[in-house]
Structure formats: C-alpha cells, structure tokens
C-alpha cells in the first residue's frame, strides 16, 4: 500500500448522468487533470487540514492489495484502476484511507482506512456482490499500541465477517463516499442541470448520491500550483456541484454521509480546466459549517501534454 478510497442489473437508480434527456453512465479518467490536492479550514483557532491524491494501480500492485473475501465474490478489477489516497488531520483524530476502484465506473473495489489519535484501529472493507467483507484489527495491549504502522496488521485484537448489503440495496455498482472526488471530476458534469447518481456503501448502510450541477460562479482562491512553480490568487470560475445522499428508495429525508469529515448538504467548487476541486463546504462536528479550501495542487502527467 502506497504511504503519504455487482452481479445485479437494475438501472431505475443505479449509476447515471443526466442532462435534459441525454444519458452518459461512463467515467472518463482522461478528464482528472489532477494528481494531488492539500486542503485547510481554521474555525474558532480548530485548525483541520486534508490531502487527497489519485494515482494508477498496476496488475502487480493489485495483485498485492487486494485481500480474498471470506465470503460473497470480490468485485473484479475491470480496466484501469485508480487508488486515491485520502487523509484527514484534526480535532483530536489522525486517519488515512486508501480506495482502489474501477476507473470505468467508480466502482469500489477495496478500502484500507488507519485511524489514530483518539483510537487506533486498521480496518479492510473488500467490497463484493453481496455486501462489504470487512477484516479489524486493533491493539491489545500497550506493547501493541507502540507498534509502527507497518506492524499494525499483527495486533492480536481481530475481527472479520460480512456487512450483507440491504435486499433492495444490491446494485451492479457500488462506491464508496471518498470516490466522490474521482467520480465528479471523470464525469460529464459541466452545465447546470448535469446530475450524476451513483449508489455507495457508508456505515453499514446503501444510499444514493447525488451530485447536482447548479451552475458556475467565481471564488476566492489562494493555492500553490507546484507542477507549474505558480501561485494561483484572485478570482476564479468555478462549477458548482451540491451533493447530497439520499434514500435508496428516494422516500425520506436525506441520507447521512461523510466526504473528509464534512457531512450534511456538500459543496464542491470544482476548477473547469483540471476538474480539481477548488473547495469544499460542510459541517464538521463540534465546529459547524467550514469552508475547506485549495492549498496546493499537483498535476497529473497527461495535464502536461
């Protein structure tokens, strides 16, 4: 794992892309124009800060990752796969998560999150056609618990078993929230009205979400551009994506997800040239509504071309 993320077919609300009466299922990889982003937030002197990254997995390194399910069949690699590598630092929590999905179609394959700070816990979901297998472990003891990461895998606190999707939560793809940062940039979302619906797992729990484009407006930005050696500052167009997770079978109030710590209703500006997201706003625990904004940006390689 790198250091510092069906068999059913059912298409009423399974993935989609929609504008007018045009519909576009496909995710393009050769739209994310990124490679790495940093974001920080200051509220109230809680200072909270995350990274992201998307990279290609070669079929040796998959080969490496990918753990065999105990039960259900694994979700297959399908083309191209994509890991990102999502980090998160504040309010007394340290976590890093690595997702390796379909580059085609967002679906998940695997998650490998570390939790550190105020608990420390390694845990694997392997994603497959009847729910999320997943595998813990946490550290017994003192001795344990001064173990470096590496050596996590031999804490002696384990558990593994099958988190079985709901009957009516059973879809040819599933994500997981984190992938949102892969799937918005790939997909043909650009004029206002463009949705893109995908169903994803998240505590146990199927929901659907949303991304809405409604529209384009200029932001504040400030960012480092470290593949161009530039300091990016002034006022950008950005569009301008709601996202939200809603009921599977669409009845309800809207569903709870996380997306780096933020909850509630989302919203992520993203940049038209390199789909990277330029910001993001949400509700974090204890503080409220934070704004998390662009600090650095790395390029992909084909962005250079």
């Known amino acids: 794992m790198r250091g510092y993320p069906l068999l059913f077919i059912y298409f009423t609300v399974s993935t989609a892309v929609t504008a007018g009466n045009t519909a576009d299922y ?38 490496k990752l ?11 690699p399908n083309g191209q796969v994509q890991e990102l590598f999502l980090e998160a630092h504040g309010l007394g929590r340290n ?6 999905l379909n580059s085609n179609s967002g679906a998940a394959l695997q998650r490998t999150s570390h939790n550190s700070g105020n608990g420390l816990r390694l845990r694997i979901y392997r994603f497959t056609d009847i729910g999320a297998y997943q595998k813990t472990w946490r550290p017994a003891n003192n001795r344990e618990e001064k173990l470096p990461e590496d050596r996590w895998p031999e804490w002696s606190q384990r558990s593994e078993d099958i988190r079985p999707y709901p009957e009516d939560g059973r879809f040819p793809i599933i994500t997981e929230p984190g992938g949102l ?12 009205g463009d949705r893109y619906e995908i169903p994803a797992y998240f505590r146990g729990q199927v929901v659907i979400l949303v991304a809405d484009v409604a529209g384009r407006e200029f932001i504040d930005v400030d960012y480092e551009d470290q593949t161009l050696s530039t300091t990016v500052k002034g006022k950008k167009q950005a569009i301008v994506v709601n996202i939200r997770g809603r009921d599977i079978d669409g009845e309800g109030e809207d569903n709870f997800f996380e997306l780096l710590g933020l909850h509630g209703d989302i919203v992520m500006h993203v940049d038209p040239d390199t789909r990277a997201p330029l910001q993001l706003i949400g509700k974090v625990r204890i503080v409220g509504q934070v704004i998390m904004r662009l600090q650095t940006l790395v390029r992909s390689r084909h962005d250079l071309k």
């Open 26 to 63: 496909s995710l393009d990889p050769a739209r994310i124009g990124w490679s790495s982003v940093l974001f920080k937030a200051t509220k109230f002197l809680v200072s909270i800060s995350s990274t992201v990254s998307v990279s290609d997995v070669t079929e040796t390194e998959l080969e």
């Open 66 to 76: 990918l753990i065999d399910p105990g039960q259900g069949i694994g979700i297959e």
């Open 95 to 100: 976590s890093h998560m690595s997702l390796l």
């Open 181 to 192: 940062f892969y799937i918005i940039g790939a997909a043909n979302l650009d004029a206002p």
